[in-house]
């Protein structure tokens, strides 16, 4: 597996963030060294782009050419330039539909407008989610008269048991017409049937004409499956779910443990 990694893209939460959400002196460095080699650093979360501003300004991706794919995949931003690439939206039958699923199957709804965390009711997801990203949670009772225009993400949140059931009674219903992904075990994510985080990042690699095999993908959950099967090397955090682990070329360290960069090292660096 002695590939010249030209890029690297990495989930944040369970991922490069330990448990405290905070990227490790000791990572950061390591991450700075690849930059220094030339590697393009690339973070890819399910997380909205302002809640990954804070990773993006610490690591330096401004000043080294880095990019972040934000909604798992909906939306690219060229750091160096605050440019977004792509923004692929929900439709707005698709929300219409995620409106009533959620009012029928009686479950929580979220979705983002204009820098704001918005449901129909506050609960404990939601609230994590503020937590989570920084971002003010907003309740708005009649959503369907307040989203009048596309978003790039809707969740629906509810007990992680439930929430499987549900997604397994969706996948028919659903076919081809959105993304679904489990991110947390409470959130149901959805996002445009052409978004997910591998086709952003062939997106981003023909355009600026690297080879996706000398891609190294790094993360944990379920929405992090495509870019870690369809990357050059595709690692997953010990951390992980076991499912997405099968897909691994390479299982590193858990997310307290420096294991986003011990892969660096390993598979990039060569240290």
Not at 152 to 169: F, T
Request: hydrophobic residues 40%.
């Amino acid at each position: 597996m002695n590939k010249d990694i030209k890029m690297i893209v990495m989930d944040l939460d369970d991922t490069l963030l330990n448990d405290d959400l905070v990227i490790s002196d000791y990572t950061k460095q390591v991450i700075f060294n690849a930059q220094k080699k030339g590697i393009k650093i690339v973070l890819a979360s399910g997380r909205p782009a302002p809640a990954i501003e804070k990773y993006a300004k610490e690591l330096k991706l401004k000043e080294n050419n880095g990019y972040v794919i934000s909604y798992n995949g909906a939306v690219l931003t060229e750091m160096s330039t605050g440019t977004i690439l792509n923004r692929t939206t929900l439709t707005l039958e698709n929300i219409d539909f995620l409106l009533k699923t959620a009012k029928d199957k009686n479950l929580f709804f979220q979705t983002y407008i204009n820098g704001k965390v918005v449901t129909d009711r506050h609960n404990q997801y939601t609230d994590f989610e503020g937590e989570l990203t920084g971002m003010p949670v907003i309740k708005i009772e009649n959503l369907k008269d307040e989203i009048k225009e596309e978003v790039v993400k809707i969740i629906l949140m509810d007990d992680p048991d439930r929430l499987k059931l549900v997604e397994e009674e969706l996948k028919t219903e659903i076919g081809n017409t959105m993304t679904m992904n489990i991110s947390k075990p409470f959130f149901l994510e959805f996002t445009n049937t052409l978004v997910d985080k591998d086709k952003t990042i062939t997106y981003l690699c023909n355009k600026i004409g690297i080879d996706k095999g000398s891609v190294m993908a790094i993360g944990d959950s379920f929405n992090d499956l495509s870019m870690i099967k369809g990357c050059g090397i595709g690692i997953v955090m010990s951390n992980g779910h076991n499912d997405v682990k099968k897909h691994a070329h390479h299982i590193t360290h858990c997310n307290n443990t420096d294991g986003v960069a011990t892969a660096i090292n390993r598979f990039a660096l060569a240290v």
